[in-house]
């Protein structure tokens, strides 16, 4: 399988397998015809994210054993989708973005120095 790249341009790289991310479950922020949501950002959880996500009516906190769905917990990595990354970015309260494994479709909807303001000094 070739994987498409990054934001950066290069071999998009996974974004985590504990527990298992992305549209398809493979832990890769890639997609799909049926992603609506287009799960394109790799984002490292913060609690402040996460509480964002619930008010906005995406409980990413609650574990949904049926969907395998372990729920999330400060520190995971996650795809999530590019509209409410880019919400969260709005609010204030966007997640750090991990470059590599971020699909580069995002950047149709997000430019890179807004992905790049949320990351560690």
């Known amino acids: 399988m070739k994987l498409p790249k990054n934001v950066l341009g290069t071999e998009l790289q996974p974004c985590c397998?504990?527990?298992?991310?992305?549209?398809?479950?493979?832990?890769?922020?890639?997609?799909?015809?049926?992603?609506?949501?287009?799960?394109?950002?790799?984002?490292?959880?913060?609690?402040?994210?996460?509480?964002?996500?619930?008010?906005?009516?995406?409980?990413?906190?609650?574990?949904?054993?049926?969907?395998?769905?372990?729920?999330?917990?400060?520190?995971?990595?996650?795809?999530?989708?590019v509209s409410r990354w880019k919400e969260a970015l709005d609010a204030g309260v966007a997640p750090p973005v991990v470059l590599e494994a971020t699909h580069i479709s995002t950047l149709e909807f997000v430019e890179l120095e807004h992905l790049q303001s949320t990351m560690e000094p």
Do not use: K
């Not at 990413?60 to 917990?73: A, M, N, Q, Y």
């Open 17 to 81: 397998f504990s527990p298992c991310t992305g549209f398809f479950r493979d832990g890769y922020c890639r997609t799909g015809m049926d992603d609506e949501g287009l799960h394109l950002v790799c984002a490292e959880m913060t609690a402040e994210f996460l509480a964002f996500s619930r008010f906005q009516g995406n409980d990413l906190i609650t574990p949904v054993p049926e969907f395998d769905f372990p729920g999330l917990r400060p520190g995971d990595r996650w795809c999530v989708c």
